[in-house]
């Protein structure tokens, strides 16, 4: 089963439906999330999300969606398997980490350098990257803001396989998603939930928290120093205020 390409726009809420769809279908066992183009997705538009803040617009209502980070609503009790290729940086990579199964095309770049311009891993990162790679690992890339490839993603644990091309991880991607699917559903849901017992409660207080530091940060004046730098193309200059 295909849904259809999500068109640019309000992606979150829209993939949030397709979630919610893929959920509630009994004929639907397994899932691959994979972007078409030249990448899997360079994270959030900032200006936009910048503009919401500073409007005060409530968030929308979640009725009839899944969210894709796994923090405003109870999780997926389907499987996931996320294929990247190409940039999946910041917001893109978290939506990554909130997979259960992770492939990713030799190609691929994964960034997490939210800190080098005034913003922090509101997505889930915090929690997730260090729960899946270590705390050193986590913190190597996200307090530096430095990229990494496939096979580094690969050896801290992140990924599961590595293909060669974003077809063949695409094809791995799906052939994953079939035996998945081939399994008895109830055991499989049976799973995720056993699994998640131990997960959910410790992180779901530090996942929730993550929206109000992040809104926060974007009323600083160290965040727009770094619109203005990378606007101006210049390193920022940063005074902790």
């Known amino acids: 089963h295909a849904f259809q390409p999500l068109e640019r726009g309000d992606w979150r809420r829209r993939m949030g439906e397709v979630f919610y769809a893929y959920e509630h279908d009994a004929s639907l066992r397994a899932a691959v999330l994979f972007g078409h183009g030249d990448r899997f997705s360079r994270g959030i538009d900032v200006d936009a999300a910048q503009a919401n803040l ?5 968030p929308a209502d979640p009725a009839g969606t899944v969210d894709v980070l796994g923090k405003a609503t109870p999780p997926l009790g389907k499987p996931v398997v996320c294929v990247v290729h190409g940039d999946t940086w910041n917001l893109g990579h978290e939506i990554y980490l909130a997979c ?3 492939i990713a095309a030799a190609n691929t770049e994964f960034g997490q350098d939210e800190n080098t311009h005034g913003r922090f891993p509101g997505g889930g ?3 997730r990257f260090v729960r899946e790679a270590g705390w ?3 913190m190597r890339y996200m307090l530096t803001g430095d990229h990494w490839s496939a096979d580094e993603s690969y050896r801290m644990g992140i990924t599961q396989l ?6 063949a991880a695409l094809d791995a991607g799906i052939a994953m998603a079939r035996k998945i699917a081939a399994a008895a559903p109830l055991s499989t849901r049976a ?10 409660p410790i992180e779901a207080d530090a996942l929730a928290k993550t929206n109000a530091t992040y809104a926060a940060l974007y009323k600083t004046e160290d965040f727009l120093e770094g619109r203005r730098a990378e606007a101006e193309g210049r390193p920022p200059k940063y005074r902790g205020k």
């Open 136 to 138: 050193g690992n986590a």
């Open 191 to 200: 799973t995720l939930t056993s699994a998640r017992h131990v997960t959910t």
């Open 125 to 127: 990162a915090t929690v």
């Open 100 to 102: 259960d199964v992770r």
């Open 162 to 167: 590595v293909a060669a091309t974003p077809q």
């Open 54 to 58: 500073q409007s005060g617009q409530p």
